[in-house]
């Protein structure tokens, strides 16, 4: 099976550059983040606190995430029910960075993700699967953006959601989640030793997008290559 792993902070374009890669190779779209904030919304749920790292592992056990898909967009299922409207909100994202730390919480995704990506060619993307959870992916990019920009594009896709957002306060959460999410003591945010880097600050969806085919395009030449040879 084929694997792209593609990691970076929040707001580099991840996601959007992940579902048009995938649609162009036939490949299957797997939002890791989207794993983690279905954990962090059952833990808001049954208010428990993001510092109390007992009560979130014990909380673990309760938990069963899975993964559908409806016309190819990928939904989260959080103990059956499908969370998906629910896990967008700045209250999740703040828990999520602040549970996605925890080892139970981790050891809960990590076969699941390394499972979809033995059964299907994926398009991947978090924190940790370049250096974590696809070690040996076809092709690895690390995706990151200044933070004016990408706190720009998150203020206008919450705006287009209808919700009501500060660009200010934006990039500081910003900048507080990757500060969490590069610190931390399990899978940190890092570019893994063989992903290539590619910031996106001054390009289009479309630039980044053909970027990353035909980064996966030279693997693929060089992967039959060295076959015949
Ligand atoms: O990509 P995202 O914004 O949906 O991720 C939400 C949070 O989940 C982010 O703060 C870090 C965490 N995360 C993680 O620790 N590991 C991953 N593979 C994906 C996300």
């Known amino acids: ?34 794993m983690y904030r279905s954990m962090a919304l059952y833990f808001l749920r049954n208010q428990i606190p993001a510092g109390d790292e007992e009560k979130i592992s014990e909380a673990c056990r309760d938990i069963t995430v899975s993964l559908a898909y409806e016309n190819g967009e990928q939904q989260v299922l959080l103990n059956g029910e499908n969370v998906n409207a629910f896990i967008r909100t700045e209250e999740v994202s703040r828990m999520t960075s602040d549970t996605s730390k925890y080892p139970k919480v981790r050891e809960k995704l990590l076969s699941l993700q ?25 092709l690895k990019i690390y995706l990151t953006a200044s933070s004016k920009e990408r706190a720009r594009r998150r203020y206008l896709e919450q705006r287009e959601r209808g919700i009501a957002c500060e660009l200010d ?11 969490q999410d590069m610190n931390r003591a399990v899978a940190p945010l890092r570019q893994a030793e063989d992903a290539v880097l590619v ?11 053909e970027k990353f ?17």
């Open 199 to 209: 910031d996106a600050s001054d390009m289009t969806i479309r630039e980044v997008v």
């Open 1 to 34: 099976m084929a694997s792209i792993a593609i990691d970076g902070p929040a707001g580099a374009g991840k996601s959007t550059i992940a579902k048009c890669v995938a649609k162009e190779l036939g490949f299957i779209y797997v939002d890791t983040g989207a």
């Open 169 to 179: 306060q934006i990039e500081k959460d910003i900048i507080a989640r990757d500060e």
């Open 114 to 138: 390394r499972d979809l990506a033995k059964e299907k060619d994926v398009i991947m993307d978090g924190r940790d699967i370049g250096t974590c959870v696809l070690p040996d992916a076809d």
């Open 213 to 229: 085919i035909s980064l996966y395009r030279e693997v693929q030449r060089t992967k039959t290559g060295s076959n015949r040879s």
